[in-house]
């Protein structure tokens, strides 16, 4: 029997789900047998493509090989999309060949099914958030998340659970969208916080508080704006509060997470296990908050996983995306034994679940994701859905032109 090879790395891009998402697929020189893997939302699909010449030839079945071959070309946020999709198709590849589904690759599982999140846009009104909330809860979800700030690009305004603080005269909201929280200059006044405190309690009262609910998205504020902010919300018993300064800052996240007696949250955009388990080494969260398709890929998430286990801490995940990352993350989450909970953003979006065909449907039922059984990922794309909702009219067509790139890649002389 002829070693099997990769022969073709193709993408395709589905908008509005509600993000923007490359899909790949990589093919091999086995009839039928390819991988399917996802950018994460809001990348390029460049960042996969410039992989096509390392991987071209290789042995797809070995993953661990070809994960650090390629991880040089990873970063932290969106440019790891492309090596942790290649990741995700390489085991999306083995588990056919083998016939067994990934998460026995990785040992195991521990869980029949994952537990899902949905994130819940705010509003104004705290009426309104509350009843979008209990629509939640009304389509069975067991774990939810609302946001306390939303940018107006229209007005070019923030919009938040404290009012609308006026940007510093020299900043426009862009510019405070890529600016790190410390150094925006902006803070929030005892006013502000009365007022969180007040929205807060009316969503408490109209949700009731036997249902874990998260918080995320407090605006570019200062350390110790973070801190009198998280203690004003002691009461409501939030599941955590997430990002409230970039995670590189770990120093700082230690100052906020010794002096809030609420969970903190972070993780989203860290590429690999090493900045984890220095978060988790120093106490400086509570919970890490990996989104697979930025730490490193299937394999990696479940290292930071049980590296975090370690130190005691667990590990919720991020992730936003079509339903091929969608379910690279129930099989990690389903071998990896400190595993909360996983986001989901696409609740909304009518035809999410029928972009894939192979699983159950609804892909998330009474709040929980079943983890198949079938080899592989466990899914295939329908493609007349697929192409419905490209964001050009390309589907996974060749490639030839990333057939040849390439450079002197050794980190070392």
């Known amino acids: 029997m002829k070693s099997l090879k990769i022969t073709d790395l193709r993408v395709a891009v589905i908008t509005r789900a509600p993000m923007t998402c490359p899909l790949i697929r990589i093919d091999t020189n086995q009839e039928g047998l390819y991988g399917l893997g996802e950018v994460r939302d ?30 040089q070309f990873g970063h932290h946020a969106r440019q790891a999309g492309g090596v942790c999709a290649v990741e995700m198709a390489l085991w999306d590849i083995v588990g056919k060949y083998y016939g067994v589904p990934v998460y026995q690759l990785l040992g195991g599982k521990f869980r029949d099914k994952v537990r899902v999140y949905a994130d819940t846009d705010l509003d104004p009104d705290p009426a309104v958030t509350a009843q979008r909330l209990k629509e939640r809860m009304d389509q069975g979800f067991t774990f939810l998340k609302m946001d306390f700030i939303r940018g107006n690009r229209e007005k070019g305004t923030l919009e938040t659970l404290y009012g609308s603080p006026p940007l510093p005269p020299h900043l426009t909201l862009r510019d405070v969208s890529n600016t790190q929280h410390m150094f925006t200059g902006m803070e929030i006044s005892d006013a502000g916080i009365a007022q969180c405190v007040e929205y807060m309690t009316e969503v408490r009262r109209l949700v009731g508080w036997e249902i874990p609910l998260a918080a995320d998205h407090f605006g570019h504020i200062g350390v110790n704006s973070c801190i009198r902010l998280g203690r004003a919300l002691e009461p409501f018993q939030l599941a955590w509060l997430e990002d409230l300064i970039p995670w590189q800052y770990t120093d700082l996240w230690k100052r906020i997470t010794d002096a809030v007696q609420l969970p903190t949250c972070t993780g989203e955009d860290i590429y690999l296990k090493e900045g984890f388990i220095e978060l988790c080494r120093q106490s400086a969260v509570d919970i890490i908050h990996p989104d697979l398709a930025t730490s490193g890929g299937i394999l990696e998430t479940k290292k930071i996983g049980d590296a975090a286990q370690e130190f005691g801490v667990p590990m919720a995940m991020h992730f936003a995306g079509t339903p091929v990352s969608c379910m690279a993350n129930v099989h990690c989450a389903a071998a990896t034994e400190n595993f909360l909970v996983l986001e989901n953003h696409s609740v909304d979006v009518p035809w999410w679940d029928d972009l894939v065909e192979g699983i159950g449907k609804p892909i998330v039922e009474n709040g929980f994701i079943k983890v198949p059984d079938t080899p592989g990922l466990g899914i295939t794309l329908k493609d007349e859905v697929a192409i419905q909702h490209l964001l050009d009219e390309r589907y996974f067509e060749p490639t030839p032109e990333w057939d040849n790139e390439s450079s002197a890649d050794r980190l070392w002389s």
Do not use: C, I, Q
Request: glycine share 6%.
């Open 42 to 71: 809001g990348a390029s699909k460049t960042y996969a493509l410039m992989l096509k010449s390392r991987l071209l030839g290789e042995n797809p079945l070995d993953v661990d090989r070809l994960f650090r071959k390629l991880k």
